[in-house]
């Protein structure tokens, strides 16, 4: 039951990666490529948890993936609240 349930997400993930992919392609928003790349991390390692039969020893490595996929995400939303502030800045009116 336990590969069953990591197949489905690693499956899950991996089909979240590529829509954030292909959203990045059309509109060219860096917000989806980092969201692809994030689940796509979050992918591998739910495969290396449930398929490559890690040792006990070598788990905390491969939640630091699921940690930096997280970071990533945080990363991503600061970048682009980051550019929105800027982008407001410039179209502001300006008074006499």
Avoid at 50 to 78: C, S, T
């Amino acid at each position: 039951m336990y590969e069953f349930t990591s197949g489905v997400l690693f499956f899950g993930f991996a089909v979240v990666a590529l829509c954030f992919l292909r959203f990045w392609r059309k509109t060219g928003d860096r917000l989806f490529a980092i969201f692809a790349v994030s689940f796509a991390l979050m992918a591998v390692s739910r495969c290396l948890l449930g398929f490559m039969r890690v040792q006990e020893d070598a788990y905390p490595y491969v939640y630091m993936l699921r940690l930096l996929a997280n970071i990533v995400i945080i990363y991503g939303i600061i970048d682009k609240n980051r550019n929105i502030g800027h982008e407001g800045r410039a179209e502001a009116p300006s008074r006499p």
